[in-house]
Nanobody, 115 residues
Framework: QVQLVESGGGLVQPGGSLRLSCAAS????????MGWYRQAPGKQRELVAT???????VYADSVKGRFTISRNNAKNTVYLQMNGLKPEDTAVYYC?????????WGQGTQVTVSS
């Protein structure tokens, strides 16, 4: 079992920044990638960014150049630095651990971009 605890969401004005954190605990040896997804009201959950243990990253086109995913392996934590936030970034952001034999999800943290 893997437990994921997210933090860092909130309300921010357009153009502002937030940093999300996701701390993993439990069977972390089974994790081979971690990432962030988001789900806006009435929409499907979508990939935001992901990073493998080897450091390979994938970003959604909509966030490239604005968001950066990083990991602190000593703290078993993955971060999502979000700059240049737009109203369309408003969503619940979920942390995901890709592990064997199953994936794990965090509880989600709300990000609202509004003036």
């Amino acid at each position: 079992q893997v437990q994921l605890v997210e933090s860092g969401g909130g309300l921010v004005q357009p153009g502002g920044s937030l940093r999300l954190s996701c701390a993993a605990s439990g069977s972390i040896f089974s994790i081979y990638a971690m990432g962030w997804y988001r789900q806006a009201p009435g929409k499907q959950r979508e990939l935001v960014a992901t990073m493998t243990n080897g450091g390979f990253t994938v970003y959604a086109d909509s966030v490239k150049g604005r968001f950066t995913i990083s990991r602190n392996n000593a703290k078993n934590t993955v971060y999502l630095q979000m700059n240049g936030l737009k109203p369309e970034d408003t969503a619940v952001y979920y942390c995901k651990a890709v592990a064997s034999p199953t994936d794990y999800w965090g509880q989600g943290t709300q990000v609202t971009v509004s003036s």
